[in-house]
């Protein structure tokens, strides 16, 4: 009887979760799994890797450095036929990818060559993109560059946060692993180079990052708000030296008569005033650590509407 295909695996997050339960599920022999450990500066709402590991008893651990000496000899002593990373967040260098026998490959969250780098799909819908996906490709030394084994597209609605977005990359992620892998064990799954110079690298983002400026068309801003809202740290301005996070809004087109970043009315809306003269109309804000909405809201924003 021939031997099940072996894994090392580094994942976290709920892509993590999500496809090392396909690897499971389709009899990959998950010889060891590298996770992080969460951190206490950051809001926990996704699933944890190492509880599904110490629930399908899996050798796991969690190291600063993948690519020390020491984890590197664990790694090679296993003699794995792959590497798989899902949501790994640390960079793996040549002498960790030189070990697995047929290659290592990762899941990114974006329809590669688009959206290499990190927080793909919150810089999806800060640029207003209609549709994104996952994408299984072979790693490089050069983040999210190797050759495309397979993608899966979802599709972004006008309306929809990058927390509703990544639900669907997650989907998306687990069922492009699903399909491929009995290809990628088969050694007949496609390789196909990806054009880099059609495509677009980002960099991380910082908190900070999710500042507003009234200056810009309400249609920026309300995708920022889109793109960091709840459970990311949202988007935020100071108003009369009270810091306040916009949680949920709606665009209002109108004919802003108030300072940019002044409250005006528009019929039946509070808004804020934008840089091309529209409202970014709040349907959900927080205020001093307290969320306002409905008529609580209301109030708040018609205190400071200008006549």
Known sequence: MASATSAV????????VRCLRVLLDQGIDVRLVLTHEDSP??????????????????????????????VIARI???????????????????????IPKRGALNMHGSL???????????????????????????????PDAGDLVAQ?????LGDDTAHEVFQKVTV???????????????????????????GSYFSGRKPEDGRIDWSQPARSIYNLVRAVAPPYPGAFADVAG??????????????ASAPIGGVQRSGESLGFCCGDGNLLVPLSLTVDSETLVGAALQHWLATRAHA
């Open 242 to 255: 009270i810091r306040i996070v916009v949680n949920k809004a709606k665009i209002v087109l109108a004919r």
């Open 9 to 16: 695996v580094f994942a976290y997050h709920n892509v993590g």
């Open 152 to 156: 899966t597209s979802v599709p972004i």
């Open 112 to 142: 590669l060559p688009h959206y290499r780098g990190r927080v793909p799909t919150n810089w999806a819908v800060l640029h207003g993109e209609t549709q994104t996906g996952a994408s299984l490709h072979y790693m490089e030394i050069k």
């Open 41 to 70: 500066t950051e809001t926990i709402w996704y699933e944890s890797v190492a509880q599904v590991c110490i629930d399908r008893d899996i050798e796991f651990t969690m190291v600063e450095d993948a690519n020390s000496p020491e």
């Open 76 to 98: 090679r002593a296993l003699n794995p036929d792959f590497f798989f990373s899902f949501y790994y967040r640390k960079m793996l260098g040549a002498e960790v990818l030189s």
């Open 172 to 198: 998306a992620a687990e069922m492009t692993l699903a399909r491929v892998l009995p290809q990628l064990v088969a050694g007949t799954a496609p390789r196909v180079p990806l054009d880099l110079k059609a």
